[in-house]
């Protein structure tokens, strides 16, 4: 999936070698709810693994809330990225990894896995 670049509209954003994922689910975020990521270092695998833990223990977080809100916006993104032309990309912007790091069968997959377990329900259009 390309990645565009904010300043130079091109398609030559590139996410960093590691760096930290975020996420974000209903505009919430945790203290906890992110991670590193280091590629090729990691493995799928581990990628895989780390992913899951984080988004087992938003769910289980939100799992406890008395008024549980259906999940209608879930974020997965990095701010390290780095455009090949040499942009200065502004600090903060948020860029989704799925479609890059994860595919997005694996994380929707994994969503509705979790929204299952913790009986929570999904509704992400
Ligand atoms: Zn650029």
Same mark, same amino acid.
């Given at each position: 999936?390309?990645?565009? %670049? *904010?300043? %130079?509209?091109?398609?030559?954003? /590139? ?24 590629? *090729? ?11 899951? /833990? /984080? ?11 008395? $008024? ?11 701010? $390290? ?5 040499? %942009? ?16 997005? /069968? ?12 913790? $009986? ?6």
């Amino acid at each position: 999936m390309p990645m565009y %670049c *904010p300043v %130079c509209l091109s398609e030559t954003l /590139k996410i960093t070698s590691s760096g930290v994922i975020n996420l974000a689910i209903n505009g919430k975020q945790m203290d906890t709810g992110r991670y590193l990521f280091s590629i *090729p270092e990691q493995v799928k695998g581990e990628l895989r693994t780390n992913l899951r /833990k /984080k988004v087992e223990e938003f769910f289980r977080w939100l799992g406890g809330f008395q $008024n549980k809100a259906p999940i209608t916006e879930f974020l997965l993104f990095t701010s $390290n990225v780095a455009c090949t032309k040499g %942009c200065k990309v502004p600090m903060g912007s948020k860029f989704t990894v799925v479609g890059i790091i994860y595919t997005e /069968k694996e994380v929707a997959e994994l969503i509705e896995e979790m929204g299952k377990k913790h $009986n929570i329900q999904i509704d992400l259009g």
